[in-house]
């Protein structure tokens, strides 16, 4: 593959505009470039996850593609014209959800996120992932985006929720559901 990156800093950017793949150059502030941060910032998260050692190697397997597939997608996002993900990436987020999701007991109330460290990392990465699709979504309103990437990313945090859960049940914790308070008399 040779060497990519000869220098980390350019100073191109000094100026407050970044680069796209093909060479144009787009303000910091673009929705494009919030949506490639969030991206980068849900593989991150996702990063603190893996950093942790009782996540299944199964699971392990599934969130390591998971971050090969967000640099597909932030790819995707740099280079319009480059394919990112598809149909079958989230088909197949679908039934990786479904079958970490297959032994869990059934949800009777909201889950606060906690768990373990490895949990607690999934829940923050399940929060960025969040914003990352709304990002998404920002961005789509002003420029043509690809669905198929705006699908993959609302089932990813989906997928990270299950996950957040398989992890807290398989650390021996148990989940914290939530407490709705009795209404309060109006004041």
């Known amino acids: ?3 990519r990156l000869t220098r980390i800093y350019t100073r191109t950017g000094d100026d407050g505009t970044t680069g796209l793949a093909g060479g144009k150059r787009v303000p910091k502030r673009s929705a494009r470039i919030a949506a490639i ?24 397997e599934i969130l390591v593609r998971i971050q090969h597939e967000l640099f597909e997608i932030g790819g995707s ?11 079958d990436d989230v088909a197949r ?8 999701n297959e032994t869990l007991p059934p949800l009777t109330e909201f889950v606060l996120p906690g768990g373990g460290r ?9 929060a960025v992932a969040r914003r990352a699709e709304r990002s998404a979504w920002a961005l789509a309103s002003e420029e043509s985006v ?12 989906d ?4 996950a957040a859960r398989r992890l807290t049940l398989d650390g021996g914790a148990a989940e914290t559901l939530w407490k709705k308070r009795t209404p309060r008399p109006k004041r």
Do not use: K
Request: hydrophobic letters at 50%; charged letters at 25%; proline letters at 6%.
């Open 118 to 126: 490895a949990a607690a990392a999934c829940y923050l990465a399940r």
């Open 1 to 3: 593959m040779g060497h």
């Open 93 to 100: 987020l679908e039934r990786d959800l479904d079958a970490l």
């Open 77 to 87: 996002l740099a280079m319009p014209d480059y394919p990112g993900v598809d149909a």
């Open 159 to 162: 997928l990270l929720f299950v």
């Open 37 to 60: 941060g969030d991206i980068d910032e849900t593989s991150s998260a996702l990063a603190l996850v893996l950093a942790e050692q009782d996540v299944t190697p199964p699971l392990r």
């Open 146 to 157: 690809d669905r198929e990437l705006l699908r993959y990313l609302n089932r990813l945090s």
